[in-house]
């Protein structure tokens, strides 16, 4: 399969409740990080906490090119693990962003 090589991020931002926040970060960490760099496309995760407001947490997984985001995200490819994290999410929303080509200057 042939994937158009331009740069993007998937940004995932998450709301959970406080008893439910060591949880989510032992998951990202130990579990969640490792399987998402493992695949193809993937080649960076940064996680942020936010100082103030919600959503709490933002994910910029960088990827190699856009289509990368497709395989492994949810859906029929979610882990029961991964669906089990999920279910404390109070909200969440997920955005794949490519990087503009600018007409050189």
């Given at each position: 399969m042939t994937h158009a090589r331009r740069p993007a991020v998937l940004v995932v931002t998450v709301?959970?409740?406080?008893?439910?926040?060591?949880?989510?970060?032992?998951?990202?960490?130990?579990?969640?990080?490792?399987?998402?760099l493992s695949l193809?496309?993937?080649?960076?995760?940064?996680?942020?906490?936010?100082?103030?407001?919600?959503?709490?947490?933002?994910a910029i997984y960088e990827l190699e090119y856009p289509d990368a985001a497709s395989g492994g995200g949810g859906g029929p490819d979610a882990t029961r693990r991964m669906e089990e994290v999920m279910t404390t999410w109070k909200r969440w929303d997920r955005s794949v962003w490519v990087e503009l080509e600018l007409p050189p200057s």
């Open positions: 709301e959970v409740a406080e008893e439910d926040v060591d949880e989510l970060n032992r998951w990202y960490e130990e579990e969640h990080r490792p399987e998402k193809p496309g993937y080649v960076g995760l940064r996680r942020f906490r936010a100082s103030d407001g919600a959503p709490k947490f933002l």
